[in-house]
């Protein structure tokens, strides 16, 4: 059981090139979430989607864009990335039967020069 | 941006001390969540509190939801250098949307 799984866990990119961060669950959850984690910030919330076919805005959506292309996979794009991107992004999953349990992938750490 | 606000930053802490972390908030939190996350991977949960007043025990872990409803402690008993991690503190804003603490940063010294 994987559990949530996301791809890449390294990316280096330059000011204004675009990429999509992947994410896939195999737990059958109906909720999905992206975070960024940034030193002495804690996790800040930067989209969810609650069910499959929604999304809505966290606390800090600026310069983001996701799809809940199905289910299991949650994605979330950078069009044009900047500096201020630079961050550890984690991908997760919440599912009615485990209570309010979030469930967190391992991370991708972006780099934008 | 942050709701909860967890104490201390940082922490070192001699191998079999017991200590305690702790967050605030100025908003009611329904659930309260404690998440350990070690070097380079997600957070994992530890406890979750569902009613104030509730004590839980996870191991040589233990949380309490306080009774306003407003905050919440972690103790780590007899401490060992694999606690060493990120915790942080997270609560419920509403069915969907977590908050999450800052996180206390421990270093065990062996």
């Known amino acids: 059981n994987a559990g949530v799984t996301q791809t890449p866990k390294f990316q280096v990119l330059k000011t204004g090139q675009s990429m999509t961060l992947q994410c896939a669950q195999d737990m059958n959850h109906n909720s999905m979430y992206w975070y960024r984690q940034d030193p002495g910030m804690g996790l800040r919330l930067i989209y969810y989607s609650a069910s499959e076919g929604t999304t809505d805005k966290g606390e800090v959506p600026n310069g983001y864009n996701v799809s809940r292309l199905n289910k299991r996979e949650f994605s979330l794009r950078l069009e044009s990335a900047a500096p201020s991107q630079t961050s550890v992004y984690f991908c997760?999953?919440?599912?009615?039967?485990?209570?309010?349990?979030?469930?967190f992938g391992s991370g991708t750490q972006l780099s934008v020069l | 941006g942050q709701q909860l606000n967890q104490s201390p930053q940082s922490m070192f802490i001699q191998e079999g001390e017991d200590v305690s972390m702790n967050c605030t908030s100025s908003s009611i939190f329904n659930t309260w969540l404690w998440y350990k996350q070690e070097p380079g991977e997600g957070p994992v949960l530890l406890i979750a509190?569902?009613?104030?007043?509730e004590l839980t025990s996870n191991g040589r872990l233990t949380a309490q939801f306080g009774i306003t409803r407003k905050d919440s402690f972690l103790n780590i008993s007899a401490s060992i250098p694999s606690d060493v991690g990120i915790y942080f503190c997270?609560?419920?804003?509403?069915?969907?949307?977590?908050?999450f603490g800052a996180g206390t940063t421990v270093t065990v010294r062996a």
């Open positions: 509190l569902y009613k104030a007043g």
């Open positions: 997760a999953s919440k599912g009615a039967e485990a209570g309010e349990k979030l469930f």
């Open positions: 997270a609560g419920h804003i509403n069915d969907y949307k977590l908050s």
